[in-house]
């Protein structure tokens, strides 16, 4: 039993920042992976944002140089900053972990809202 909880969305201008934060908690052995995905209203769920407890990150091309994934000390919290944010940004975001406990499961959390609008 893992939950991922996420919290952050809500309501931004266009121009504007949201961080974006997903904890996770229950029977954690360990997280190899955390990332960010969203998907808006007839469209399918695309990645955002991902680190890999190697080291690596991965973007979406739409959001590069404008959104930073961060997992403070490869812990169980992970952070979305996005900055810049467009309408085209607005959609449900849901957090993503894959998890040890200790065998490997995919876990995602309820969603977000994020909806940038003047």
């Known amino acids: 039993q893992v939950q991922l909880v996420e919290s952050g969305g809500g309501l931004v201008q266009p121009g504007g920042s949201l961080r974006l934060s997903c904890a996770a908690s229950?029977?954690?052995?360990?997280?190899?992976?955390m990332g960010w995905y969203r998907q808006a209203p007839g469209k399918q769920r695309e990645l955002v944002a991902r680190?890999?407890?190697?080291?690596?990150?991965d973007y979406a091309d739409s959001v590069k140089g404008r959104f930073t994934i961060s997992r403070p000390n490869y812990g169980n919290t992970v952070y979305l900053q996005m900055n810049s944010l467009e309408a085209e940004d607005t959609a449900v975001y849901y957090c993503?972990?894959?998890?040890?406990?200790?065998?490997?499961?995919?876990?995602w959390g309820q969603g977000t809202q994020v909806t940038v609008s003047s």
């Open positions: 229950g029977r954690i052995f360990s997280i190899y992976n």
């Open positions: 993503n972990a894959q998890v040890a406990t200790p065998s490997s499961e995919n876990y």
């Open positions: 680190i890999i407890s190697g080291g690596g990150t």
